[in-house]
């Protein structure tokens, strides 16, 4: 194994250990809801049984929870596939790849242990008297994000 493969398997492994980490001491009896930055930015409990923006949340549960896992380890499989055939070759591709494994990992995970994600990001903003959320996220959805909009911008760089 190249130093390069152990290394993306070491972000790998602390990413999906810093996700579950979080996701641990959130669930905690004694978590206490925090804001963090006023108006901006709190650190909350919540629990997504859907996927993003709580899609498929109404499903039934053995449904959705078969479903979900289905098409999320597909997801997994098919990047893993992919990282796999990327992981020697120059460039950022293989990490962004690790980070989207990782993710999808860390919701798997719940999933399976719990039947529903651990979410605890709240990001918003105050305007007019009115909070405005984003929906709550945790670790592994932000690799995912982060790492799919670097794969698309790194995907129109001229070769």
């Given at each position: 194994m190249t130093s390069r493969t152990t290394?993306?398997?070491?972000?790998f492994t602390l990413l999906l250990c810093a996700d579950q980490l979080s996701k641990w001491w959130i669930q905690q009896a004694d978590?206490?809801?925090?804001?963090?930055?006023?108006?901006?930015?709190?650190?909350?409990?919540a629990y997504n049984p859907g996927v993003a923006f709580s899609m498929?949340?109404?499903l039934p549960d053995a449904v959705r929870l078969w479903l979900l896992l289905g098409v999320t380890i597909g997801i997994a499989i098919a990047v893993l596939i992919w990282w796999w055939q990327e992981r020697?070759?120059?460039g950022i591709t293989s990490w962004l790849l690790v980070m989207i494994l990782a993710g999808a990992a860390g919701n798997i995970w719940d999933r399976i242990q719990l039947g529903y994600v651990v979410d605890f990001v709240d990001w918003y903003v105050r305007a007019g008297g009115v909070e405005y959320h984003w929906p709550a996220f945790n670790i592994a959805d932000a690799c995912i994000s982060v790492a799919v909009v670097l794969l698309l911008v790194t995907s129109f760089k001229k070769n």
């Open positions: 290394l993306q398997i070491g972000l978590f206490q809801a925090a804001s963090i930055i006023d108006g901006f930015f709190n650190i909350i409990r498929f949340a109404d020697l070759r120059p």
